[in-house]
């Protein structure tokens, strides 16, 4: 049943980018280290690329004005990609050049070898040439003084490429974010150890961890806590002052074990406490001193979609990345193939398999089972389809959203 004091997946993700503190700490990073961190200022060429004309094919540098079908020119020089020499080239002439190497000052057109016949130091061209033919002009990719990469621009290896290219060795990028990480639950044991009567494995922090390595965070692993309030009080005081968010899973719901949320009520504020998705609903956010608290709900695919859906665009945000509101997962449109009858009131998340049909339309058929607590449908799932939180009732063949697993928020 849908209740109006939940919030919408929209509202949750607003108020917690509202509460972000914006990273100003700055640091210096070779570009090998820099990967996946957000630039910190804006970036502007310092040279031109390419830094001369150069040719972009093997053959020969002419006049164009002597470029015309049938004429005889005569081969005076040759330049190499990496020669400084600048051979003049009169009326007639040509010189014979590389790929990479710089157009004489006399030339502005490049003929491919291809397109001429070679009679020792004569060639004769079999098509007529126009001028800047072949020629990568100074400049054209990128004029020194121009804006590359601007503050905040989570750096890919593209962008390091284009870095390198310019002659950079370092940049400034914001430092890194401290995120501690815990789990609680009497029942909960770290994998390695052998289960006694009424333990599970614990496995929420691998998965956590793993979808927060690509944001190239800190990770502080303050383990398992028991479901007891004053154990829990005395991490969390000692997390808040090591932290700058705090993620932790389980005991946010309603039951006798659960302190998560009176804990945080206590030793700081919540700010909001459910939200109307499925799963995750009991998640909670908060501050505890300094830090942010996030608390997701203890069932594994709960505690995985809520990070994915929030958790990650807050630290992304909190990371001084721009871009992180609107579009922070690719969502395409499916025809589903089944039927689907559910009680309205969450948006749900369903783990599902979307193929590619040879008209290349998508269709998307959701796993049989849902539960919260099942992970292996996570893993054989290649997408989220989303069933907004009004529907009840989705007939095969309709169209619905669904968010490609393979495709990662680093827009
Ligand atoms: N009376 C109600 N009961 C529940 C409600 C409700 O509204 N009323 N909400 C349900 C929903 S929805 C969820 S989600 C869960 C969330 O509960 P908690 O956050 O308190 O999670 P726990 O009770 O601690 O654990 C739930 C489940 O997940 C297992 N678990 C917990 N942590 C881990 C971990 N790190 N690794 C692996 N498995 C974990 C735990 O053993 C439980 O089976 O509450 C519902 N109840
Ligand atoms: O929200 Mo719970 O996450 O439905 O299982």
């Known amino acids: 049943m849908a209740n109006s004091s939940w919030l919408s997946l929209s509202d949750a993700l607003h108020t917690m980018l509202s ?6 700490k700055k640091e210096t990073l070779a570009l090998g280290s820099a990967l996946g961190r957000v630039t910190a200022t804006d970036i502007y060429a310092q040279v031109n690329v390419p830094p001369c004309n150069n040719s972009a094919m093997d053959g020969y540098a002419l006049r164009s004005a002597d470029g015309k079908s049938g004429a005889r020119l005569a081969v005076t020089a040759t330049v190499l990609a990496g020669d400084s020499h600048n051979p003049a080239v009169a009326e007639g002439q040509c010189v014979r050049i590389m790929t990479g190497a710089p157009v004489p000052a006399d030339c502005d057109a490049v003929v491919i070898q291809e397109n001429v016949r070679r009679d020792a130091d004569t060639i004769t061209l079999h098509s007529d040439v126009s001028p800047l033919d072949n020629i990568r002009q100074t400049g054209n990719d990128i004029a020194q003084g121009s804006l590359i990469l601007a503050r905040g621009k989570r750096l890919t290896p593209a962008d390091l490429m284009l870095l ?54 800190r990770i502080k692993d303050y383990g398992i806590a028991p479901d007891e309030p004053e154990t829990l009080k005395a991490l969390l005081k000692r997390a808040q002052l090591e932290c700058d968010i705090i993620i932790s899973s389980g005991g946010v719901s309603v039951g006798d074990a659960d302190f998560v949320k009176p804990v945080l009520d206590e030793l700081g504020s919540i700010g909001f406490w459910k939200i109307a ?12 001193g300094n830090a942010l608290f996030c608390g997701l709900p203890g069932n594994p695919v709960s ?49 599902a398999v979307f193929t590619q049909n040879a008209d290349g339309t ?27 939180a009004d529907t009840a009732t989705l007939n095969a063949g309709e169209f619905v959203d669904i968010q490609p697993f393979s495709v990662t928020s680093m827009v």
């Open 19 to 24: 509460a972000a503190k914006l990273t100003d």
């Open 164 to 217: 390198s290219s310019m002659g950079n060795t370092h940049i400034e990028v914001y430092q890194q974010l401290n995120i501690g990480l815990l789990a609680t639950g009497d029942e909960l044991v770290a994998p390695g150890t052998p289960l006694q009567a009424g333990q599970i494995y614990e496995s929420n922090r691998s998965g956590i961890a793993a979808l927060l390595a690509p944001l190239n965070v």
């Open 277 to 288: 998705i499925k799963p995750g609903k009991p998640f909670a956010f908060g501050q505890l």
């Open 303 to 351: 505690a995985y979609v809520t990070t994915e859906q929030l958790v990650v665009p807050l630290l992304r945000y909190s990371q001084g990345e721009s871009n992180v509101g609107n579009a922070h997962r690719l969502t395409l449109q499916a025809r589903i193939t089944q039927d689907i009858q559910r009680r309205a009131g969450r948006l749900d998340f369903q783990r």
């Open 362 to 388: 998508l269709s998307v058929t959701p796993l049989a089972n849902q539960s919260s607590g099942v992970m292996t449908s996570f893993t054989r799932a290649n997408c989220y389809m989303l069933i907004p």
